[in-house]
C-alpha cells in the first residue's frame, strides 16, 4: 500500500487541515452568532434610550422626571459603550474573515492534493518496474 513516508504525511496533514478547517468554521459561527445577539441588545438599548427621550420631549419640565430620566440615560450610555468595546469586529469583518480562510484553505487543500496525486503516481511506477 501506502510505503512513501512523505506520501503518509501529506494525507495525515490533509485530514488535520480538513478537521482544522471544520473547527475553525464552526469557532466562526458561534462569534458571529454571539456577536449579532450583542448588537441585538445594543439595538435594544437603544430603543429603549428613544422611548426615554421621546418621553422627555412631551413631558419637558425640570423636576424629579428630569434628573431620574437624566440618570438612566447616563446608565445606558455605560451599557451601550460597555457593549461596543465587548463587540470586536462586525458581522462583515467575520465574513470577509471567512472568505479569506475559505480561500487560503482551498489553495493549500488543492497543493496538498496535487502532490498526493503525483506522489501516488510515482509510487504505481515504481511498483510497476519492481514488479517486471
Not at 475559505?102 to 518496474?129: N, R, V, W
Amino acid at each position: 500500500m501506502l510505503k512513501n513516508k512523505s506520501l503518509k504525511f501529506l494525507i495525515s496533514l490533509k485530514l488535520f487541515l480538513y478537521l482544522f478547517f471544520i473547527g475553525t468554521l464552526v469557532f466562526i459561527s458561534v462569534k458571529m452568532k454571539t456577536d449579532y445577539e450583542n448588537l441585538e441588545n445594543v439595538n435594544e438599548l437603544l430603543e429603549e434610550k428613544i422611548s426615554y427621550y421621546q418621553a422627555f420631549v412631551v413631558n419637558n419640565d425640570t423636576g424629579s422626571f428630569y434628573d431620574q430620566l437624566s440618570k438612566s440615560i447616563k446608565h445606558k450610555d455605560l451599557e451601550i459603550k460597555a457593549l461596543k468595546q465587548n463587540n470586536t469586529f462586525s458581522l462583515s469583518s467575520w465574513f470577509c474573515v471567512i472568505l479569506m480562510f475559505c480561500s487560503i484553505y482551498f489553495y493549500i487543500a488543492s497543493e496538498l492534493e496535487s502532490k498526493i496525486k503525483k506522489l501516488k503516481s510515482e509510487e504505481s511506477d515504481f511498483e510497476e518496474q519492481q514488479m517486471l
